[in-house]
């Protein structure tokens, strides 16, 4: 069975950097469209940043120009490369993965991602 495990949270300062990294055991990256959600206490998951089996990428407004999603097929790892990270980035954030047959689609509902890893903590203090 398919485990998306995570790494790289942590507690950082505002205007400081994390990388976070998700690697699906069992399978690889051309299996699946990849994503990462966060989720705030008392406030509901949302969609941060997903790429494609194709590479197609796409980010929330509330991240673009400071975060970067990426993946590296020979290490079979996805990153979430977070810069000048605020307050409200503060959540648990979680990979996650939806079939493949989704890539392409100009829109991929948040109930396809059918997979995802146990979450890892971000925590940014003003």
């Known amino acids: 069975q398919v485990q998306l495990v995570e790494s790289g949270g942590g507690s950082v300062q505002s205007g400081g950097s994390l990388r976070l990294s998700c690697a699906p055991s069992g399978s690889t990256f051309s299996d699946y469209c990849m994503a990462w959600f966060r989720q705030a206490p008392g406030k509901e998951r949302e969609l941060v940043a997903s790429?494609?089996?194709?590479?197609?990428?796409r980010y929330a407004d509330s991240v673009k120009g400071r975060f970067t999603i990426s993946q590296d097929n020979d290490k079979n790892t996805l990153y979430l490369q977070m810069n000048s990270l605020k307050a409200e980035d503060t959540a648990m954030y979680y990979c996650?993965?939806?079939?493949?047959?989704?890539?392409?689609?100009?829109?991929?509902?948040?109930?396809?991602?059918?997979?995802w890893g146990q979450g890892t903590q971000v925590t940014v203090s003003s």
């Open positions: 996650a993965a939806a079939s493949a047959l989704w890539s392409g689609a100009s829109y991929i509902p948040d109930n396809a991602y059918n997979l």
């Open positions: 790429i494609d089996s194709i590479g197609n990428k």
